[in-house]
């Protein structure tokens, strides 16, 4: 075996707990090698909603997570600043509702005692005129309203620059490879490693390790069951609806026909809507949203702003939760906590540990305790500098009128290399003598996505939604996936066909998260998009004696 292959630590599972465990380790000198079966952040991760919160809900059966959040949100935001936006809310009270203002007051007076954590600001009660006035879309039915504060990151790319630092630290960093078994020596059944299948070349290989960490999120009891071993989950499937462009700037509660608190928000470019929590009993690699769920979400966020079936739904999300077992308490009421499992002490089988459960919000604390316990098993005597050293491209803030200026690119495709790369924007950009852009929706360049494909281990046009949002907004791809697929054909010597292959399954991929969302002349609309996919192209090839379109 290729003794590069042989670790101290594999981490199994490139979400956010996988990639933060494997920085840590990283940081403080273990060689650790990551995995994950697709892209980096593709599972629970970038289905979340995206807030470095406290969670005001848990506030009441859950303070201690709530309190985790909100101290661990403040150390990220210390550590990738360009990463972060803040979110203000507006939580309107209804006449009707069963908690009124007075309630909601205390609820929120206790919260603002954790804000500084996070560098939120306390909570202010509007009247309702005040708040229309804030935000005219909110229903004229409201008694009055609070404000709430918030913050927001781009968690799909959190996820890849916890790797990115890893990587750059020593790790080995292997996507689209999946654990197929778990590698046990003979006498003691101690788990040594993993035999791992890469999914692009079809290559079986083995990752030697002294401790394997499962982190691997509602698959980690499948993992664990390699082993012999038990993780008890209780999974919560929860969707969202992504909405083109903002609904508003201003994150809106909205209570669901069973009481359930969601929330239109903010997120990037567009709107998000959600989220459903529910029991799911499926298979997790094939996630679908259904229109029932979508009707849920929709009705609820009616109620709050009534005009909210006249904004353009762009596409849905869906994702699992690897919330703790518990039985007999609804999905909401279930603990957002997490769990270190030494599987040798339970199951017989040293040397195989699972982190599961927790929060975005809180990824950093679990991973240092994690990698805490680790290293104790290693001897490994170096703290944890995770809460200080700042993410590649956190260390210094972007210039983005000099980016604008030096390159010749527009204001808004600066601003979002900016925030996406940090610091590190002007070695992105520089990658093309003249970035142009590839994807206006967002906007990504061709130069962003030559980056990530040469330095940062890009290896798929779908990779690209989740690494610089590619094809996420308007077009959904229609008018960008031939274009950027050129751009990494060229920087990674894909064939024509390969090319080819990765167009449509980036089409595959945007036609699966739009359909639930659509009916009607939407449906038409996304359509039309598809065919421009399958490269039915009507005004690319003009009929003789006909004018080609500008
Ligand atoms: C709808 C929703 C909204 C949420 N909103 C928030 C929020 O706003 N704030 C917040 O703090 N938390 C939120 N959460 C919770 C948060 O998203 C999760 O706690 C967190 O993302 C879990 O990360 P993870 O790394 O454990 O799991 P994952 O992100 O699922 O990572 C596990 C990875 O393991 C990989 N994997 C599985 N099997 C294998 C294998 N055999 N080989 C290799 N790799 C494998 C998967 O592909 C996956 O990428 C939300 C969750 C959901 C579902």
Redesign the pocket.
């Known amino acids: 075996m290729n003794a590069s292959r042989s670790v101290q630590v594999l981490v ?9 465990v494997a920085r840590d380790l990283a940081l403080r000198g273990v060689r650790a090698a990551l ?19 406290g ?1 005001l809900r848990y506030l009441r059966t859950d303070p201690e997570v709530t309190y985790h ?1 909100c101290l661990d949100s403040g150390a990220i935001q210390r550590i990738a600043p360009h990463l972060i936006f803040r979110i203000p809310f507006l939580m309107p009270v209804f006449p009707e509702d069963p908690i009124g203002p007075e309630l909601v007051a205390i609820g929120l007076e206790m919260y603002d005692r954790y804000q500084p954590l996070k560098r939120g600001k306390p909570h202010v009660r509007l009247t309702r005129e005040q708040a229309l006035r804030l935000e005219p879309a909110l229903s004229p039915d409201i008694d009055c309203a609070f404000t709430l504060d918030e913050w ?1 990151v781009d ?1 799909a790319r959190l ?1 890849s620059l916890n790797a990115l630092d890893a990587a750059e630290h020593g790790a080995q960093v292997h996507t689209h ?4 078994a778990l590698l046990r020596e003979g006498g003691s059944g101690r788990v040594r490693g ?1 035999r ?1 299948r890469d999914l692009l070349s079809g290559d079986v290989f083995e990752v030697e390790a002294e401790l394997t960490l499962n ?6 009891p ?2 664990a069951a390699m082993a012999g071993a038990e993780v008890r989950l209780r999974p ?5 609806l992504v909405f083109e462009r903002r609904v508003s700037d201003i994150a809106i509660y909205a209570r669901g026909i069973d009481g359930r608190d969601m929330f239109t928000f903010p997120h990037e470019q567009n709107s998000m809507a ?4 529910d029991d799911f009993y499926g298979d ?1 690699d094939r996630l679908a949203v259904s229109e029932d769920e979508v009707r849920y979400v929709l009705q609820a966020m009616e109620r709050s702003i009534p005009s909210i079936r006249s904004h353009r739904i762009l596409h849905t ?6 919330t703790l077992w518990g039985f007999g308490r609804y999905e909401d009421e279930l603990s ?1 906590d ?1 769990v270190i499992l030494d599987h040798g002490r339970r199951d017989g089988a040293p040397g195989l540990f699972t ?9 950093r604390l679990m991973a240092e305790d994690a990698a805490d316990r680790l290293c104790a098993l290693l001897g490994v005597r170096e703290p944890c500098r995770t809460a200080s050293a700042p993410l590649p491209g956190g260390d210094d803030e972007p210039d983005v009128a000099g980016l604008a200026r030096r390159f010749r690119i527009g204001w808004p495709a600066a601003l979002r290399v900016a925030f996406r790369h940090g610091s590190r924007a002007p070695g992105v950009l520089a990658a093309r003598p003249r970035p142009r852009v590839v994807c206006a929706c967002e906007p990504v360049l061709d130069a962003e996505l030559e980056h990530v494909a040469r330095r940062e281990g890009v290896a798929t046009l779908g990779d690209c939604s989740l690494r610089v949002r590619l094809g996420v907004g308007a077009c959904q791809g229609a008018a960008c996936a031939g274009a950027a697929a050129e751009v990494l054909a060229e920087a990674l010597g894909w064939s024509a066909e390969r090319t080819a292959a990765e167009v449509a399954a980036f089409a595959a991929e945007r036609w699966r998260a739009v359909a639930p969302a659509l009916g009607g002349s939407q449906l038409a609309a996304m359509e039309i998009h598809r065919a421009v996919h399958r490269g039915a192209r009507p005004w690319s090839a003009p009929a003789p004696g006909t004018a080609s379109r500008p």
Do not use: F, Q
């Open positions: 199994i599972g490139g979400g956010i707990n996988g990639a933060g995995v994950e079966k697709n892209e980096l952040g593709s599972g629970t991760t970038w289905a979340s909603s995206g807030m470095i919160h969670g959040s927001g968690a996820v490879t999946e654990v197929v993993a791992l982190a691997a999120g509602p698959w980690a499948r993992i919560g499937k929860g969707i969202h959600g989220t459903t929590d997790l999300i869906a994702g699992v939760r690897p957002r997490y982190l599961v459960g927790g929060k975005l919000a809180a990824y």
